[in-house]
């Protein structure tokens, strides 16, 4: 009896890590997608015709963006700081909802690209200073680059039929809420693991990643 209390805690505490590096190989995986397509193994801009294909473009689509998806990784680290950090999650998914809808009603929301490159770069610059900000703040960040990753995912469902509408939007909040949920509890593990260490290397690396792309996708949008 005494041999099974010893071990349970120390399986216990091997189960964090188990999900660290899951999560992480998770991560791995989709970044790899995303730089395959955005260097054209993959077409970005696409027409979506039927309810099938609004499913499996929108689980891809907030993948095959690099920019989109360091933009959704960020903001899942900056909300790792914070013990209720997930309505900083809700407030993206919300908005990116609302950015569709706005597309769909064929109103004009200006530069969504440049915006998105830029929301990219100060999440990065965020996390490479360990800039403290209020979660009200981050939300509201969170909520101006899920509005505009939206309105440039809107463009895909232009004319199509309800059921495909919805469809497309089921995928892309599926895709968006795991990969949040996932990289928020990759920023709890890492930052828990250092103690007495006011930044983590490994996010202020990240942090550098997200401004490098975000710098790439910004001059593009200029061109």
């Known amino acids: 009896m005494f041999k099974i209390a010893l ?3 120390s399986n216990s505490g091997e189960l964090p890590a188990s ?3 899951r999560h992480m190989g998770a991560i791995a995986a989709l970044v790899l997608i995303s730089v395959l397509s955005s260097s054209g193994g993959s077409p970005v801009q696409h027409t979506i015709s039927n309810c099938w294909e609004g499913l499996i473009w929108g689980i891809a689509d907030p993948v095959i963006g690099l920019d989109r998806l360091a933009g959704i990784v960020a903001i899942g680290l900056l909300a790792a700081r914070f013990g209720r950090g997930a309505w900083i999650g809700i407030s993206f998914v919300m ?3 609302c950015g569709q809808i706005i597309h769909l009603y064929q109103i004009d929301l200006l530069g ?4 998105i490159a830029m929301f990219t770069i100060a999440c990065g610059i965020i996390l490479v200073r360990h800039i403290q900000l209020s979660g009200l703040i981050i939300a509201i960040l969170s909520a101006a680059a899920g509005l505009f990753q ?4 809107g463009e895909s469902i232009i004319g199509a039929g309800i059921v495909t509408v919805i469809a497309y939007v089921t995928g892309v909040i599926l895709t968006q809420s795991v990969i ?3 990289t928020k509890e990759i920023g709890a593990i890492i930052g828990g693991r250092e103690i ?3 930044l983590p290397s490994k996010i202020r690396l990240a942090g550098l ?3 490098g792309i975000g710098i790439v996708f910004l001059g593009k949008s200029f061109i």
């Open 7 to 9: 071990i349970a805690p």
């Open 19 to 21: 999900r660290h590096y």
């Open 95 to 97: 908005a990116a909802l």
């Open 112 to 115: 969504a690209e440049i915006a």
């Open 150 to 153: 939206g309105y440039a995912d």
């Open 180 to 182: 949040f949920l996932c």
């Open 196 to 198: 007495q260490q006011i």
């Open 209 to 211: 990643a997200f401004c």
